[in-house]
């Protein structure tokens, strides 16, 4: 038994450790195995806390022994994006300007993760500050989707997608900014959610685009998402923009008939223009929706093929501001340089990498003078229509039904060279951050191995509705299956996988 | 919408990056080719472009801890007592 704890899902382990019936230090030794023997193919982490693991493993089992009354998620295995910061820690954002950082604090996610109980093992990869739908942005590493290893991840939360997928951890945090979250998730075959703007604190997630960031969950099943959704969420003090809406007991609803609900289809998302595969699948999606006595209906979203040009213009520019304080002054990495203008050119040319530096381009020729009216201006109109029209069809519907990604994961280096056919893979994600609701991205089939995904949108703080509706798709599917053959290809197996070295050469020392 | 290299310079100052030849070569075609993708707003955007106001959380004013300045200070590159160091910033002109 103890081999395969790693399989075992977050509640199942909350749920026997807290009874007695498990010991974290065993969950935790099974999934440091694990992890030994899949991070070679996979490369997910950026570092790894092992000793510190089973340190905090071995806490969880003494408060068990003396009679304390453990959290919701006790002995849980978790992975974190290196966006977020856990105090004494590096918190690199996959960047070598932040190379030295160590943070702090604890981000108030990560906090109240800890305070349930929940075990980091490592910080993961993603695009440099959470900029691309691949993680080949990262500056150190890029990570491989277990299902296929010359596959991408996607990103920018490709890193947290990668551990839960192979099976290193049962739950991980991930951010989601356009699709951070979903994407990859969709093309590692897991559950990922992004809750509703506000749902979540954001204290101690290196900023992005603030107006649309979110930390969320991924994980292997609906069950651990909602479990997990229930201990990050909620007001805090250190985040202005965190919403004092009550959280709703997301496990306890999660099992509910979902018959008589209606969920919508975008009129304006021309199916045929999808991938076949995506197609068939979105097809037998709505199939399975239909017998679970949902009510599928057309709604319609006129400015949605607006919505990434809105979505890069308004990411970009407050990119472009937040990443303003990466200047070599107070934190990160400092060139040595004679002027203060050379120390901050110095500085930034050595620490970003391409595709940051290309965003903060835009953002900035979009804010700046001439043009703020003719970008910024028109992309904030689109913004409020999209609201608007999302708000409108929410009166017709309980909720609305996309693919999380137009196309299943593609191959590394594919989209390396085109960023903007990299960014029109965020269609169906952006715009649900523009508009500030929830969307849970559901494993729904696989295309000759990889895997598919459909998205649900909500409401703004319907999330339980989400996961109701994913539970029940999710019971109609089948549990999610994990790569076959992933670490059996390490000892030797010769089943066509790429086990070739990954390149680290840009891991920071 | 096509950029010149120069304003592709331009751009970089205003938003303190240097760029190398190389990088400004690469950025020119491929900022053109993401402004005219852009373009498409124009025919949608209407004339409410006003940011949507959302309620925050407002603090109590009431004093409470906050990070250490030996904590803050631990990250700077350079340090000089309580006090970050950074290059002279204004420069007399007898120098």
């Known amino acids: 038994m103890s081999d395969e704890l790693w399989t075992l899902g977050a509640e199942e382990i909350a749920t026997a450790v807290r009874a007695g019936e498990l010991r974290a230090a065993d969950v935790v030794e099974s999934c440091l195995a694990r992890t030994a023997a899949v991070e070679p193919s996979v490369a997910a982490y950026l570092r790894r806390f092992d000793d510190e693991a089973r340190r905090r493993a071995e806490e969880v089992d003494r408060r068990r022994a003396a009679g304390a009354e453990l959290g919701p998620l006790a002995g849980v295995p978790v992975a974190l994006k290196d966006n977020l910061n856990l105090e004494g820690d590096d918190c690199t954002c996959a960047s070598r300007i932040l190379v030295g950082y160590r943070a702090p604090y604890t981000a108030t996610a990560v906090e109240r993760l800890l305070g349930a109980g929940a075990i980091p093992l490592g910080k993961t990869n993603l695009d440099e500050f959470a900029m691309g739908s691949s993680c080949e942005n990262s500056a150190f590493q890029t990570t491989r989707n277990p299902w296929r290893l010359d596959a991408v991840p996607g990103g920018s939360s490709g890193g947290s997608a990668a551990a839960v997928a192979a099976g290193s951890v049962p739950l991980a945090l991930g951010s989601d900014t356009g699709g951070s979250i979903r994407q990859p998730a969709a093309f590692c075959g897991v559950v990922g959610l992004k809750p509703t703007y506000g749902r979540v604190s954001r204290y101690g997630l290196v900023a992005f685009a603030s107006s649309l960031d979110q930390i969320g969950p991924l994980a292997r099943s609906t069950r651990d998402v909602a479990l997990t959704l229930a201990v990050i969420a909620g007001a805090d003090p250190a985040d202005a923009t965190s919403s004092r809406q009550p959280v709703a007991d997301y496990l306890g609803s999660i099992e509910r008939p979902v018959a008589g609900m209606r969920a919508g289809v975008v009129a304006e998302v021309d199916a045929s223009t999808l991938q076949p595969a995506v197609r068939d699948d979105w097809e037998s999606s709505l199939d399975r929706l239909r017998q679970l006595g949902v009510e599928i209906r057309a709604v319609s979203l006129p400015h949605l093929p607006a919505t990434i040009a809105a979505y890069y213009v308004i990411a970009n520019s407050e990119a472009s501001a937040n990443l303003a304080r990466f200047d070599g002054i107070r934190y990160g990495r400092r060139a040595k340089s004679a002027s203060l203008l050379d120390l901050y050119l110095d500085s930034r040319e050595q620490g970003f990498g391409p595709e940051v530096k290309r965003r903060i381009l835009l953002g900035t020729f979009a804010l700046s003078s001439g043009y703020y009216d003719a970008y910024y201006g028109k992309a904030c109109g689109v913004r409020r229509e999209l609201e608007r029209q999302f708000s409108a069809a929410f009166a017709e519907v309980d909720l609305i039904v996309t693919p999380t990604s137009p196309t299943p994961a593609f191959a590394i280096g594919e989209k390396v060279d085109d960023p903007l056919s990299m960014y029109l893979s965020d269609i169906f994600t952006a715009p649900i951050n523009l508009a500030g609701l929830p969307a849970l991205a559901l494993p729904s089939g696989n295309d000759q191995g990889l895997p598919l995904s459909l998205q649900l949108i909500g409401r703004p703080f319907a999330e339980a509705d989400l996961l109701r509706v994913g539970r029940a798709f999710e019971r109609a599917t089948g549990a999610p299956a994990m790569p076959a053959g992933l670490g059996a290809a390490l000892r030797g197996s010769t089943d066509g996988r790429d086990t070739t070295a990954i390149d680290r050469s840009g891991a920071p020392s | ?95």
């Open chain 2, 1 to 95: 919408m096509s950029l010149s290299v120069d304003e592709v310079r331009r751009i970089a100052l205003l938003a303190r990056l240097r760029l190398s030849a190389e990088e400004e070569r690469t950025f020119a075609p491929q900022l053109g080719q993401i402004l005219d993708y852009v373009a498409q707003l124009d025919r949608y955007a209407g004339a409410d472009t006003a940011p949507e106001e959302t309620p925050a959380l407002e603090a109590d004013d009431a004093p409470a801890p906050s990070m250490s300045r030996e904590a803050l200070l631990r990250n700077a590159p350079a340090v000089l007592d309580v006090f970050v160091l950074v290059p002279q910033v204004k420069v007399t002109s007898d120098e």
